[in-house]
């Protein structure tokens, strides 16, 4: 799957031709060598897929997830919102090898005679065309970026930038340092639905919403669960309300997405809930799981009694006459 993508000239046919181009002009080598190359190999495909990340440099710090330019083509760039301790904590978490230059410095490489290693922690790119004031070699920023439909150039309703964003607008490639913890969150959040749920289903069964055949314990039990995973719910909802709102950048769109996701589900709950609410005001009206209340619809000639659980009105055993 590796594609080797050379200039129209190159090695010593292109300093034949140019010479120490990189020392007169800059700009063109980069463009000959680098600019002119990707973009003959790009015109067979509909976009490429970048690391480009937002703190490399000043020229990046307008980066997005994805981004439409001149030509109908996609950059992607799943990084764009990462930093680098986000780098080296998935690089030590996964066991990635590090490339033998990086021990010796150089934090970024590039062509051999524009490389230096890096004098500046703070900045990784510093060692690239040192003492030129130089950051960029022109396959990034050449580009033209195009506005969608609506929206702005390089991002707009279907390409808005975000934490960094899918299509559809929500957060999707988020750094590894939170991933693990989000995932956590989420199945919580999933565990307390499936406990509502059951809740909503054994209330049906033992008698919150239907005639009751087990003890008040029982039902006691399951009501309490029920309120526990609607406020486990609720609670693990509204941090990720509030951890999403504190990194989004577009607060309609977080109205849009964060809270549009969230509900639907727990609505579907309460709907179910209501839907059974008419079986409950029957219950209640045979006494619930109160005998006191249900020994009253019993008619005269008949008796009320329970049994294991099960109360109902009885026929009165017949004697025979000896």
């Not at 063109?28 to 897929?49: A, D, S, T």
């Not at 975000?162 to 590894?176: H, I, N, Q, T």
């Not at 526990?228 to 849009?256: A, E, H, N, T």
């Amino acid at each position: 799957n590796l594609i080797l993508q050379r200039p129209k000239l190159f090695g010593e046919a292109f300093r034949a031709e140019h010479g120490a181009l990189y020392e007169r002009d800059s700009d063109r080598c980069c463009h000959l060598n680098k600019v002119e190359p990707q973009r003959e190999l790009l015109e067979r495909y509909q976009g490429w897929i970048t690391g480009v990340r937002r703190d490399q440099a000043e020229t990046r710090k307008g980066a997005e997830t994805l981004e439409l330019l001149e030509g109908e083509k996609l950059k992607v760039q799943p990084l764009a919102r990462w930093t680098r301790p986000d780098v080296e904590a998935y690089i030590r978490d996964h066991a990635i090898p590090l490339h033998p230059l990086f021990a010796q410095g150089y934090a970024s490489i590039g062509c051999r005679p524009c490389t230096r290693p890096c004098s500046n922690p703070e900045n990784e790119r510093a060692g690239r065309w040192a003492g030129t004031g130089k950051s960029e070699c022109g396959i990034h920023t050449s580009w033209q970026k195009v506005a969608p439909e609506g929206g702005t150039p390089g991002h707009g309703p279907e390409l808005d930038g975000g934490e960094p964003r899918r299509a559809d607008g929500e957060k999707s490639a988020k750094p590894p340092a939170s991933r693990g913890r989000n995932l956590t969150i989420e199945g919580l959040r999933g565990f307390s639905v499936v406990v509502v749920c059951y809740h909503i289903h054994n209330m049906a069964i033992t008698g919150g919403y239907l005639h009751p055949r087990y003890g008040p314990v029982a039902t006691s039990l399951i009501s309490g669960l029920g309120r526990f995973g609607v406020l486990m719910f609720f609670m693990i909802s509204g941090y990720l309300i509030v951890q999403s709102l504190v990194r989004s950048d577009s607060i309609p769109q977080f109205l849009k997405h964060r809270v549009w996701r969230i509900y639907p589900v727990f609505i579907v709950l309460h709907l179910t809930t209501f839907s059974l609410g008419p079986w409950s005001d029957y219950a209640r009206g045979w006494g619930g799981s109160d005998p006191r209340r249900r020994s009253t619809r019993c008619s005269s000639s008949r008796t009320f009694s329970c049994s294991r659980g099960s109360c109902r009105c009885r026929w009165p055993r017949r004697t025979r006459g000896r």
